[in-house]
C-alpha cells in the first residue's frame, strides 16, 4: 500500500499530477485545496497518498496534509460517497465550512458542492456529525494532531480507528481504564465490554 510520495513533481493539470520518484512517474488525483499549495513544476514535493483499489483500476489520491487524508478516508466511509465525490467536498468548500455545513444540517448548502445530491448529503449529516469537528480542525491546524501518550488516550485513538464514534471511544475507556495499565490493555478491556 502506498501511504506517501516523495519527488519530483513533473505535471500539474488539476485535478491529474505525476510525481516521479527514482524515475517512477506517479499518476494522482488531487482536490484543490492540495493543488493550491504545490510548488511549481520541477520542484520537490511530498504528497500523503490514499491508494483505492477497485476491480477495474487503482488508482492513487494525494494530499498535501495528514489531515487531509483523513478527511477524505472519513468522506470515503459515508453510504453513496465515492472518491470522486470526496474530492469535490474537499475541493469545493474548506474544512471549516464543511463542518458548519454538517454540524448546522444544511442539507441545501451541501447540494451545493459539486456531485451532492439531497439523499447524500443528509446521508452525510446523519454519518459524519459527531465526528467532523476533530477532524475539520486537524485540517484547519495544517497538521494531523500530535498522537497522545497516555495508555488511556492511545486506546481512544485507537477504538476510533476501529470505528468506535468519539464518546462512544471515550466511554469505553473511561470504564476500561485502570492505574498501571497499557494501551493494549484498556483496549482489550474495552473491546469485551463493548461485546457485553
Known amino acids: 500500500m502506498i501511504g506517501r510520495l516523495s519527488g519530483t513533481l513533473v505535471a500539474k493539470q488539476p485535478p491529474q499530477l505525476m510525481v516521479d520518484v527514482h524515475g517512477v512517474g506517479y499518476e494522482l488525483e488531487a482536490p484543490m485545496s492540495t493543488i493550491y499549495e504545490l510548488p511549481a513544476v520541477g520542484q520537490p514535493v511530498t504528497l500523503y497518498v490514499h491508494q483505492h483499489v477497485r ?3 487503482v488508482n492513487l489520491y494525494g494530499f498535501h496534509r495528514e489531515a487531509e487524508r483523513a478527511l477524505f478516508r472519513t468522506l470515503l466511509k459515508v453510504t453513496g460517497v465515492g472518491a470522486k465525490t470526496a474530492l469535490a467536498i474537499l475541493s469545493g468548500a474548506s474544512s471549516e465550512e464543511f463542518a ?3 454540524r448546522n444540517g444544511e442539507i441545501a448548502a451541501l447540494t451545493r458542492i ?9 446521508r452525510i449529516v446523519v454519518e459524519l456529525r459527531d ?3 476533530g477532524i475539520a480542525t486537524a485540517v484547519a491546524g495544517g497538521a494531523s494532531p500530535a498522537p497522545p501518550t497516555d495508555p488511556a488516550g492511545e486506546a481512544r485513538v485507537a477504538l476510533e480507528a476501529l470505528g468506535y464514534k468519539p464518546g462512544e471511544a471515550e466511554r469505553l475507556v473511561a470504564k476500561a481504564a485502570a492505574d498501571g495499565d497499557t494501551a493494549e490493555a484498556i483496549i482489550r478491556k474495552a473491546l469485551k465490554a463493548a461485546l457485553r
Open 55 to 57: 476491480e477495474d483500476a
Open 114 to 122: 459539486p456531485g451532492i445530491g439531497r439523499k447524500t448529503a443528509e
Open 100 to 102: 458548519r455545513l454538517v
Open 131 to 133: 465526528r467532523v469537528d
